[in-house]
């Protein structure tokens, strides 16, 4: 049996009167690759924030690798983001006036240290080993959010976290992120949580559930691929 | 009085004790235990040497106790400098190990604050209740360790350079075991010695040769300063070398590990932990920074009079009145000050034990001419910290005030100008000249 | 019977032995130092006179000289591994040993590894790399200086001789033979150096025993008869003929006088009378040294018992004639005192000197700029498994990542694909 890397129930996220995220339980086993879908404001990036612990949850239980986040103080939480998650945004967030290589190696010093060697074996495996020592500036969108794989995947995270990854890229390019993704993932092995709103997108992921509203309207489990 | 004296041995010894019990992982009992038994056997030790030899050779030994104990903590500091090239050794730790040390400690800082009573009397009554004091302490630190968070780690050479900075502290509070005046003259005459030994071994040239402008800075190995100058030297090498030794102490090999995060992580913890390794050593500096202090502006009051002007008769006479504005039989230091031709010498008069008074120069034959004040039954060379003990002021040689010719009249005292004169100069240019290598 | 001399071996040649009898030797000053002021001379007459610190002493330069030797050993065998001499183990000589559970090829990394500047030797189941200078000359100078500074101080303290005399213009060098050459002429100069101030010249004649003609000057000292000639003090030779009105006769006698510089006051003692004879040579009103010009005027006091009864001034080769006194210095000379040192431990000295100068010289550039890295990658075994070795003398951070890199490239396979 597959333990399970995130187990919540009830999980309530409200911002006052609004309540983003209702009452929710979902389980997902280790390695599985789930998308998340669901139309603007239903909460998808609520639950992604709450799962990558920078955000707390307002009631409910979060277990995540078997830590318990209700449970952990302000530091265990850094340590648990430091440690255990990687996430890549739709807006790049790279410093913009380093390189490739040191946007990566950014990443190892909030984790640990530096390491330029792993680094640039990291940009070369995301297939950017021409351009390391190129600023976010110089890259194209496709290559950029590479960039951000690489940095996300560096410091060897159990749960990887995409919040519309390919929102900004066209189709030839979110191809080619997927296919990295798939990659990186049957060689590491981590789990991956991927919000989209391109159906085509979220077939690439082995279970697919829809919120609205910030409830669990269906749970999809794709039988191809 | 005694009191407000005792406290910072207090305080030290009660941070003795909790770097003690942090620093030995043998159980805190036991290190409490055997620091307080420590404690009690040194602070009887002292009163038994009190009462049997006179105060000088029962501060020596202590002094030698606190000498050792910074000789080992070079050995120390040094075998963890080296110890990049040491394969781990156990002889280290283990329960006795940690017995003797805590045990160590806790006899000299008993000793020196023990050595504090000195001054009123050997009745044992005093003596029980510091003991008491001091046991009290120690569970006390025991029990504040525990409330001490775990990342403030206290390595071995840390531990030593803790202990014996505080040790050092509590004895540069007390003019008789400061250990750092001493050493200052010792190095100094080492430095002279050496540079003229290897001169002499080299066959450098002497300064009749040599361009004296360079042969000022060669000067400056023969000079006062150069003194304390190396005890520094000597008082922070072993701290430094046991900062370098945690500071460059090896990372880790972690090529046996597979991932690189994993690697960096265990690198970072390092690191980190490092860094809380250094406090301990950095404070041992900081304590030993104060205890320098203390010895260069001792605390101690002295009687330290402002030299009174006289003139001479025209014949050369200075006369200075037995009984006038001053007092000169009331047993304290009366300084005077003489000018002539643009040159100024200083002495001053006492009335000894014996009753008969005594005109000396305010400089000795060693030291520069920094004067003398009175402290309880002796005048300090304020140079070296020497005491002197009133009965052999008046007698020549060593850091004693250089004696002055003078005769006793029934109204006062009288002193030929151009002796003294002569006296101050000869004794000035012979401790401020810078003096050359073969003489 | 073969483990006692490996033990002694052993224990010579570890790096603990030097500072360990340092160690005592600093304990012993200590000690002394309680008891006298002296404490060094003491300490050095001290190991002159009793054996087993000269034993002692004795074994600072053999305990370095065995420390080279084995370093030397260890840097042959370094050598040895890294170009393929299979006949050694070579984890000990590494900082880090991996054994790997791969025996993948070495294509992937080796360009990896050449892209970092490193240059590799590739055979057909071993690849070496390495960049970067080995500090080991540097440590291997640093090692014979040591030997030479020990050796040079156990030389100098246990076998120096040293003999002090005047050597006088126109008399034969002092000295322990008594051939010596005839002293020509001494002169001093005002030097232009940035150590001397001044320049002194002895010229010493031929000597009857084969000894030729020499020169000497300040520094480096000169060699005679097997001695170094270390000048000392400048001073006079005068000839004193003194009578007084009390006096029979006149007194004669050559007295060599230390009274270098101008000023500086020095005493002739009449003997059998209550006559004291204090001169100095006299500023000269040019301000040249007369020393230097030779135009030498003495400053002359007579002194009898504690009362002065004749002072005045007296040019070289003068009379001084008064109240019945007669003071006269017919012949006067420059004169060096000096001493004649055989000592061969300063050769080492100076050697050691030089050679920690030139160790220094070499380190500290090469390990600022080149420090050597090296990594050493062996195929074999059972099954053929990669051992991984590597080794730096600097910047140790930069090349364990790369090292590191490179072991889970070959190991998971980790390699770039394509760019
Ligand atoms: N910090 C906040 N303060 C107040 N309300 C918030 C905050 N963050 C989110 N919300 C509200 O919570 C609801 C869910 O927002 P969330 O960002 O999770 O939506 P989403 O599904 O990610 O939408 P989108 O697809 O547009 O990114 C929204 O109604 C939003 O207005
Ligand atoms: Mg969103």
């Known amino acids: ?225 | 009085m005694i009191v407000i004296k005792l406290i910072p041995h207090a305080v030290s010894w009660a941070v003795i004790a909790l770097f003690l019990v942090r620093g030995f992982h043998a159980g805190r009992l036991m290190v409490i235990i055997s620091g307080s038994g420590g404690f009690a056997l040194g602070a009887l030790g002292a009163l038994v040497l009190f009462r049997l030899l006179p105060p000088e050779s029962a501060f020596g030994i202590i002094r030698g106790g606190l000498g050792v104990s910074l000789l080992l903590l070079w050995g120390v500091a040094v075998m963890a400098a080296y110890r990049p090239f040491w394969k781990r050794t156990t002889y280290f730790e283990g329960t006795g190990f940690t017995v003797m040390c805590a045990c160590l400690a806790g006899c000299m800082a008993g000793a020196v604050s023990a050595s504090r009573l000195s001054g009123s009397g050997t009745s044992l009554a005093p003596y029980l209740a510091l003991i008491l004091v001091g046991g009290a302490l120690a569970s006390y630190a025991g029990a504040v360790e525990k409330r001490i968070p775990e990342w403030f780690i206290v390595g071995g050479p840390s531990l030593a350079a803790v202990v014996v900075a505080l040790l050092l502290y509590g004895s540069s509070l007390s003019l008789r075991l400061d250990l750092f005046a001493p050493l200052t003259m010792k190095v100094m005459k080492f430095a002279h010695d050496f540079v003229h030994q290897f001169m002499e071994s080299m066959l450098i040239p002497d300064h009749v040769f040599i361009r004296s402008n360079l042969w000022k800075y060669i000067g400056v190995l023969f000079g006062k300063e150069i003194g304390f100058w190396g005890a520094l030297v000597i008082w922070f090498t072993p701290l430094l070398l046991i900062v370098y030794a945690i500071q460059f102490e090896p990372l880790p090999s972690v090529a046996h590990i597979r991932q690189g995060a994993e690697r960096r992580r265990l690198l970072a913890v390092f690191i980190h932990i490092r860094r809380y390794r250094l406090i301990p050593a950095l404070l041992a500096v900081l304590v030993l920074t104060a205890a320098v202090y203390r010895s260069c502006v001792p605390s101690v009051e002295y009687w330290d009079p402002k030299p009174i002007v006289v003139t001479a008769t025209p014949v050369g006479d200075i006369f200075i009145p037995r009984k006038g504005d001053i007092d000169l039989e009331d047993g304290k230091l009366h300084k005077y000050l003489f000018r002539q031709g643009g040159k100024e010498a200083r002495f001053f008069i006492i009335m000894g034990p014996s009753g008969k008074l005594t005109v000396v120069l305010d400089a000795c034959a060693i030291c520069k001419p920094d004067g003398y004040g009175q402290a309880e039954g002796t005048v300090i060379c304020y140079y070296c910290k020497t005491l002197i003990p009133l009965d052999t002021v008046g007698r020549s040689g060593g850091c004693n005030p250089v004696p002055l010719a003078f005769s006793e009249k029934d109204d006062g005292v009288h002193i030929n100008a151009v002796t003294l004169m002569n006296e101050w100069d000869n004794t000035v240019q012979t401790t401020t000249k810078v003096k050359g290598a073969g003489k | 019977m073969k483990r006692l001399p490996r033990l002694c071996w052993n224990l010579i040649s570890s790096p603990f032995t030097c500072p360990s009898v340092i160690g005592i030797f600093v304990l012993v000053y200590i000690g002394i130092a309680f008891i006298t002021d002296d404490a060094l001379i003491v300490l050095m007459e001290l190991v002159r006179r009793n054996g087993i610190l000269v034993l002692l002493l004795a074994l600072l330069p053999i305990a370095s000289l065995a420390r080279l030797i084995k370093e030397i050993r260890c840097f042959r065998s370094g050598y040895q591994i890294s170009t393929g001499d299979p006949s050694h183990d070579g984890a000990s000589l590494f900082d880090e040993a991996v054994e790997l559970e791969t025996a993948a090829p070495f294509d992937g990394i080796e360009e990896t590894i050449r892209t970092q500047g490193y240059t590799i030797r590739k055979e057909e189941n071993r690849l070496a790399a390495w960049r970067g200078i080995t500090h080991a000359p540097a440590r291997l100078i640093f090692l014979l200086a040591t030997l030479c500074l020990y050796s040079g101080i156990f030389i100098s303290l246990i076998f120096r001789t040293s003999y002090r005399g005047p050597v006088i213009e126109g008399e034969p060098m002092p000295g322990l033979s008594q051939d010596g050459g005839i002293v020509e002429r001494i002169r001093l100069e005002n030097g232009k150096g940035t150590i001397l101030s001044k320049r002194l010249t002895i010229d010493v004649a031929p000597s009857g025993q084969g000894g030729g003609q020499a020169s000497f000057g300040i520094y480096p000292p000169g060699l005679y008869q097997g001695s170094f000639v270390y000048p000392r003090y400048l001073g006079i030779a005068l000839l004193v003929r003194f009578s007084a009105p009390d006096m029979h006769g006149t007194f004669e006698k050559h007295a060599v006088l230390n009274m270098y510089p101008a000023g500086k006051e020095a005493e002739v003692q009449i003997p059998e009378s209550p006559y004291k004879l204090v001169t100095s040579l006299a500023e000269p009103d040019d301000g040249l040294d007369p020393y230097i010009t030779g135009r030498m005027v003495f400053n002359v006091k007579l002194s009898k018992d504690k009362d002065v009864v004749l002072s005045g001034v007296l040019p070289g080769g003068g009379e001084l004639n008064r109240e019945g006194y007669c003071i006269a210095f017919p012949d006067y000379r420059r004169m060096v005192l000096t001493d004649f040192i055989q000592d061969y431990g300063v050769y080492f000295i100076w050697g050691a000197l030089s050679l920690y100068g030139i160790a220094l010289l070499y380190w500290l550039p090469v390990r600022v700029f080149f420090p050597r890295r090296e990594m050493l990658f062996v195929r074999g075994g059972i099954n053929d498994m990669v051992t991984a070795y590597s080794r730096t003398e600097g910047r140790e951070r930069s090349h364990n990542s790369l090292f590191h890199n490179l072991l889970d490239m070959l190991d998971i396979g980790k390699i770039q694909p394509g760019g």
Request: with cysteine.
């Open chain 1, 1 to 225: 049996m597959i333990a399970n890397i995130i187990q919540t129930t009830g999980l309530t996220r409200s911002y006052g009167d609004i309540c983003a995220l209702k009452p929710l339980d979902v389980q997902v086993p280790e390695g599985e690759w789930l998308s998340v879908m669901g139309h603007s404001g239903s909460g998808k990036s609520t639950f992604m924030n709450l799962v990558g612990g920078l955000d707390r949850p307002s009631a409910g239980s979060l277990s995540v690798g078997g830590e318990d986040l209700l449970a952990l103080t302000e530091d265990g939480l850094a340590r648990f983001r430091r440690e255990f998650i990687g996430i890549i945004f739709q807006q790049h967030h790279l410093v913009p006036y380093l390189t490739a290589v040191e946007n990566v190696m950014m990443a190892q010093y909030f984790h640990s240290v530096p390491d330029e060697a792993e680094a640039r074996s990291a940009l070369e495996r995301v297939g950017l080993g021409h351009r390391l020592k190129n600023r976010p500036g110089e890259l194209s969108g496709g290559e950029q959010q590479r960039v951000c794989i690489a940095r996300a995947i560096i410091n060897s995270p159990k749960l990887l976290l995409g919040d519309e990854p390919t929102g900004n890229l066209d189709h030839k390019s979110t191809i080619m992120v997927m296919e990295l993704l798939r990659e990186l993932r049957s060689e590491e092995r981590f789990t991956v949580i991927m919000v989209t709103h391109n159906q085509e997108v979220a077939a690439w992921g082995d279970r697919t559930i829809y919120l609205d509203d910030g409830v669990l309207v269906r749970d999809e489990r794709a039988n191809s691929r």
